[in-house]
């Protein structure tokens, strides 16, 4: 039997990116697509076996993030409420636009960056599109980040096909740097049960050469030891205070990080891994990088 193979509505931003009056990239100049709804689809195997159900997804107007309307007729009140407050904090701290300066642009050291959400049952999606004056670039960056979302929205749908309780995705994304080659961004996501009172927190984060389109790691940048995360802890009381007492010092650097553009890193620690739920994600700065 031949694959059926799922498909993604994801709205993609397209078209060339102009200079206003002001010398700047205009958000205005970047058109977005939108698409139309379509039915659910059965994902099989090659035994014909259901594995998955697809969900029908919808391009929308919010691109805030903002969440208006119940993510699921299923969803209780109590539910509803705990998604809406954590998706409204994470929206409005969210940098969700960026219009670089015209030189900076042309010289590959920063990218245009607009929002794309994508609505549908059990899904409140906001992701970034970004426009590079090279098209390699742009299809780097947003090759790699759609695919994570994708990824995000397949494991959902798999594991709510024969949950007793099935589970409800919030997406969106924060940029943090954008200036000097280096492109970071975090995709933060948060996951919640129909019944449950709280949910668990997700941060991805993708730092980009904005010259090449390049995903960097924390070896590009001359890695981080041991000792230098420790001391940034401990140097730190409010920080300190956030990880369990039995998990300090910290035996091992987490992969999870972002840079500024003046390679300042941040060490990233999820939500419930070093310390308790309310601390949420832990967000550990430790300087400069070493190149």
């Given at each position: 039997?031949k694959h059926v193979?799922?498909?993604y509505i994801?709205?993609?931003?397209i078209g060339s990116v102009?200079?206003?009056a002001?010398?700047?990239?205009q958000a205005s ?6 698409v ?7 994902v ?6 259901v594995?998955?159900v697809?969900?029908p997804?919808?391009a929308?107007?919010?691109t805030?993030g ?6 699921s007729q299923?969803?209780s ?7 809406w407050e954590?998706s409204?904090e ?8 960026q219009?670089?300066e015209?030189n900076?642009?042309?010289?590959r ?6 929002p794309?959400?994508?609505?549908g049952?059990?899904?409140h999606i906001?992701?970034p599109?970004?426009t590079?004056v090279?098209?390699?670039v742009?299809k780097?960056?947003?090759?790699r980040?759609?695919?994570?979302v994708?990824?995000l929205?397949?494991?959902l749908?798999?594991a709510n096909l024969?949950?007793?309780m099935k589970?409800n995705l919030y997406?969106?994304?924060?940029v943090e740097?954008?200036?000097?080659g ?5 995709i933060k ?8 009172a709280?949910?668990l927190n997700?941060?991805k ?7 090449s389109g ?9 890695g981080v030891s041991?000792?230098?995360?420790n001391?940034?802890?401990?140097e730190d009381e ?5 990880f369990f007492p ?8 987490p992969?999870?990080f972002y ?7 941040y060490l ?7 310390g308790?739920m309310?601390?949420g994600?832990i967000?550990v700065?430790v ?5």
């Open positions: 039997m193979l799922k498909t994801m709205a993609a931003l102009a200079l206003g002001n010398g700047l990239v100049d970047v058109e977005v697509v939108k139309n709804a379509e039915p659910a689809a059965a099989v195997n090659d035994n014909g076996d594995v998955a697809a969900t997804t919808e929308h107007n919010n805030t903002i969440m208006t309307k119940r993510i299923d969803i009140p109590a539910t509803n409420k705990a998604l954590e409204d994470l929206a409005r701290e969210a940098d969700l636009v219009v670089p015209a900076a642009y042309y010289q050291l920063a990218v245009s960056v607009s794309v959400a994508v609505t049952d059990r899904l906001t992701y599109t970004v590079s090279s098209p390699v742009t780097e960056i947003n090759d980040i759609t695919k994570y994708q990824t929205q397949k494991n749908e798999k024969k949950a007793d589970e997406i969106t994304y924060d740097a954008n200036d000097k280096i492109f970071s961004v975090l996501s948060y996951t919640i049960g129909d019944q449950a709280n949910g997700t941060v984060a993708f730092t980009f050469n904005s010259t390049k995903v960097l790691s924390l070896g590009d940048f001359g041991k000792e230098v995360l001391t940034a802890i401990n409010d920080l300190k205070a956030q039995e998990n300090l010092p910290v035996d091992k650097v992969a999870d840079a500024t553009a003046d390679h300042e890193l990233i620690f999820q939500q419930g891994t070093v308790p309310s601390s994600t967000y700065p300087g400069k990088s070493k190149r």
